[in-house]
């Protein structure tokens, strides 16, 4: 099985390419150990970046590896949908 994986999907790190590649090529993009906080989204500096980041974890076919501290923010996103 083909896919794309991420791992450690935050603010300051998105993916840049997976949620665009996996769509092309018609593949399951997974993310792992993905962070938000919704205080991100605020800071004017982030913004686009923060924009970036919630949007390739919302097109996620699965998130996966949540800890505690980052459950709440994701599955705020996933919800929303």
Do not use: N
Not at 19 to 38: C, T
Not at 66 to 81: H, K
Request: hydrophobic fraction near 40%; aromatic fraction near 8%; glycine fraction near 8%.
């Amino acid at each position: 099985m083909r896919l794309w994986f991420t791992y450690h999907h935050y603010y300051k790190r998105p993916d840049w390419l997976g949620p665009r590649v996996s769509a092309a090529l018609g593949i399951p993009y997974i993310v792992a150990e993905a962070s938000h906080a919704a205080k991100r989204c605020r800071a004017e500096r982030g913004r686009s970046v923060t924009t970036r980041s919630v949007g390739a974890i919302r097109v996620a076919d699965a998130v996966m590896g949540l800890t505690r501290p980052t459950r709440g923010g994701i599955v705020a996103l996933l919800r929303e949908q």
